[in-house]
């Protein structure tokens, strides 16, 4: 079985951030070199970006290691596989299968040995519990904006943007539709009669056009 090279870069400015082709390919020889194993291959994706696991490259090594021709695989930096935490968990186990080591020599981690496995395994679980950390207090954050009548997200039906461009007003027009709406339905009408009430009416959606079931179904319930 062999040691394989593995580079990735997405764009050419990431010459400037020191992981051109060129430079990782330098640092994977020298790797080897100290390793004293012969590097028989150097794959190389060009332009891919690692949020997802579907590059050429990329897959080909997949395919090494599906068929038990590779024992080691050598990489500049983790994120040259991937930046997702999932994905790099994913590969480790497809890896471990095989018994083929990762070394990555940026983090100077060997999967060979106990020690290595034991801190990619600690690094996968912060950088794991790092992503849940910031999703956590943009939630918050989004709550926070919301409940101070901030804008979040899409422009809900029945307001517009204050002259500030942050706080949300109420919109007279579709505040009316939305009231409409709900005094139809509270006479039982079904969804079908409430939109053509609405267009004989003259009412329109936010684009322009007739009201339809589905639409009304999401706003029902919404007026002020």
């Not at 332009?47 to 038990?68: F, I, N, Y």
């Not at 990762?102 to 106990?114: G, W």
């Not at 690094?123 to 409940?147: F, P, Y």
């Not at 943007?161 to 009231?179: F, K, N, P």
């Amino acid at each position: 079985m062999r040691t394989v090279g593995y580079c990735r870069v997405s764009t050419d400015k990431q010459a400037d951030r020191g992981v051109s082709l060129e430079a990782q390919t330098e640092k994977i020889k020298a790797m080897a070199v100290v390793q004293g194993v012969e590097l028989a291959e150097m794959i190389v994706d060009a332009g891919e970006s690692a949020k997802s696991l579907d590059r050429p490259g990329l897959q080909r090594l997949l395919a090494m290691v599906a068929a038990g021709e590779v024992k080691t695989v050598i990489v500049a930096k983790l994120d040259r596989l991937t930046r997702s935490v999932k994905d790099l968990a994913d590969l480790l186990e497809s890896f471990n299968r095989r018994a083929v080591a990762l070394v990555s020599i940026a983090e100077s981690l060997d999967t060979q040995s106990a020690a290595g496995r034991l801190v990619l395994n600690v690094m996968t679980a912060v950088s794991q519990w790092e992503r849940e950390a910031i999703g956590e207090r943009t939630r918050d954050a989004m709550a926070h904006k919301k409940a101070a009548g901030q804008r979040v997200g899409t422009l809900p039906f029945g307001f517009g943007v204050a002259g500030d461009g942050v706080h949300l007003v109420e919109d007279v027009r579709e505040q009316e539709m939305l009231r409409r709406m709900n005094q139809l339905r509270d006479l039982g009408l079904p969804l079908r009669r409430v939109a053509e009430e609405l267009n004989r009416s003259g009412f329109r959606t936010r684009r322009g056009t007739e009201w339809g079931v589905e639409s009304i179904h999401k706003l029902i319930g919404r007026a002020a």
